[in-house]
């Protein structure tokens, strides 16, 4: 079956995860898809409240049961969210396993410009680890960044279709930003492996990732940084304060907290990652995912413990302001369920140019050369989506 519906009233229909993807171009809407499935959005019926999740849940209710809104929110809590109630949606199973299949495109010819310097960013960390032993910050998450300027403009749908062949398990996205020039549209797409938030009835579920390991082409020794990952105390710690903060935020707002006490290994095509899965039950049906993901943004897995010293000292150290990256993008309905993912090994992709980004946990036990080779890693993602080999 498949149905293209105004967002606001009719049932949502169910089409083909891949004709969905394949439908998807800049400036014409949105396009997700994680494990519980696809949803494609086109056009803008109205703008929402920035950053009020009461105001855009009673907008929404008051559009109809199937009212649905997408978007992004932004690093920092005090900045604007980009959220939009879309004309049309369309839902689809999961891409999962499926194949996409055809050529990802030419890789896109140009220079990309770290920011800061590798050496810069190790400097970064050291001022971090500096911090941290003077008392008063105990882990804080360090980002830096590559502007890719290309010989032309840069066509973000090759870009997708390589995010998703290469991974397409992940929550994969390509979302609708304002445009900064008029008549370029400017998109952020990413394939990221962390949910922040998901409530689907009454079921709510965070998936806290914190602690990572490149991976290896040969299995044995693949196999093996995964358990020295999972074995590691620098990444079981790094990864533990980001856990007990999801947990701590979520109690308040939230029955039957189920917090287990030990993480397991993730995997993308990259990274082993350290995983925890957080479930509870939404009581009141006022708080939707958008309340909920509030509610817990940034946790320590991209800001720091405590939050307010950390992000402190990110706007203190880092060169540039994130904008997008490492906050969330995703959809939240008039019944209050939604899904959020958190903005990561993602891009922001604006005419001839397209910005990447990554970051690494940082915590007293970590030392600036592995924490450079781990966001050298982590930006691999975009970079392979470009074909480009610099990192
Ligand atoms: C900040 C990023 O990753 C976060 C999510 C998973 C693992 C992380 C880490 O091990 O440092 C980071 O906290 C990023 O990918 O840019």
Redesign the pocket.
Known sequence: MTSTSPAARAPLGVADPVRLLRSWTPGSGSWFSGPAGSLRTRGVLTGLPPGDADAVLRCLRDLGDDAVAVGALPFDPAADAHLVVPEHVERADPLGAVLVAGPGGSPVAGTARPIPAPAAYEAMVAEALARMAAGGLDKV?L?RALEVVADGPVDAVPMLRELARRDPRSYLFAVDLPPERAGTPRTLLGASP?LLLSRRGATVTANP????AARSSDPEEDRRRGEALLASAKDRH?HALVVADVAERLRPVVDDLEVPAAPSLVRTPTLW?LSTTVRARATDRDTSALHLAQALHPTP??CGVPRAAAHTAITEIEPFDRGFY?GAVGWTDARGDGEWVMA??CGEVQGDRVRL?????IVPASRPADELA?TGV?LRTLLDALGLDEA
């Open positions: 998450v980002a962390e990732l914190a602690g990572s790094e990652h897995a991209v490492t990561l090994r980004w990554a970051g690494a946990g781990e982590k």
